[in-house]
Antibody
Framework: EVQLVESGGGLVQPGGSLRLSCAAS????????MIWVRQAPGKGLEWVAN????????YYVDSVKGRFTISRDNAKNALYLQMNSLRAEDTAVYYC???????????WGQGTMVTVSA | QSVLTQPPSASGTPGQRVTISCSGS????????VNWYQQLPGTAPKLLIY???QRPSGVPDRFSGSKSGTSASLAISGLQSEDEADYYC???????????FGTGTEVTVL
């Protein structure tokens, strides 16, 4: 079964750090771009970052540049999001997703909640 | 950075046709294809339409997409109660070098 499972969310103080993980299974992970998308409580979807198959290219939304780092380990079929200098506005459900190749994110995880609060 | 504009809500009775618009600019919809996502309450988004008008396997043919210039639309024909959800358009933006999502449309079945 094709599946993505996120982990690592939780409560963190402003200025703190958190590392999210996404475990992939059921497909050849190394052949797909991978993405992180977030959704603040009661708000819409926001693309956060994506990374190329071999990790040689990364793109970020302006609001997280310099604070977040997307990475992957193809040997472990894992995607990561290192989040530093967290702010209250980073509070959201974070989803990892697979880019199916036509720009469409065709597989999504269930999401992991990140709460930034004192 | 929602640079794709959608109406906040849309509604219809069962069996009706509902259309959702998505307005962008030359750097996103004018240059790239659009994808549509359906998000049922409390669940992760699901890909509904890709490459502007293609349906992934398993998506009913009641859902259709189109794009012209800097605008796109999603149509739901034969509206059903299970179609109550939030719908988002999305596209790559060449100027931002990133993906942008629409503001989202909540569909209600009356």
């Amino acid at each position: 079964e094709v599946q993505l499972v996120e982990s690592g969310g939780g409560l963190v103080q402003p200025g703190g750090s958190l590392r999210l993980s996404c475990a992939a299974s059921g497909f050849t992970f190394s052949t797909y771009w991978m993405i992180w998308v977030r959704q603040a409580p009661g708000k819409g979807l926001e693309w956060v970052a994506n990374v190329k198959q071999e990790g040689s290219e990364e793109y970020y939304v302006d609001s997280v540049k310099g604070r977040f780092t997307i990475s992957r380990d193809n040997a472990k079929n894992a995607l990561y999001l290192q989040m530093n200098s967290l702010r209250a506005e980073d509070t959201a459900v974070y989803y990892c997703a697979r880019d199916g190749g036509s720009g469409g994110f065709d597989i999504w995880g269930q999401g992991t909640m990140v709460t930034v609060s004192a | 950075q929602s640079v794709l504009t959608q109406p906040p809500s849309a509604s219809g009775t069962p069996g009706q046709r509902v259309t959702i618009s998505c307005s962008g600019s030359n750097s996103n919809l004018g240059s790239n294809t659009v994808n549509w996502y359906q998000q049922l309450p409390g669940t992760a988004p699901k890909l509904l339409i890709y490459s502007s008008n293609q349906r992934p396997s398993g998506v009913p043919d009641r859902f259709s997409g189109s794009k012209s210039g800097t605008s796109a639309s999603l149509a739901i024909s034969g509206l059903q109660s299970e179609d109550e959800a939030d719908y988002y358009c999305a596209a790559w933006d060449d100027s931002l070098s990133g993906f942008v999502f629409g503001t989202g449309t909540e569909v209600t079945v009356l």
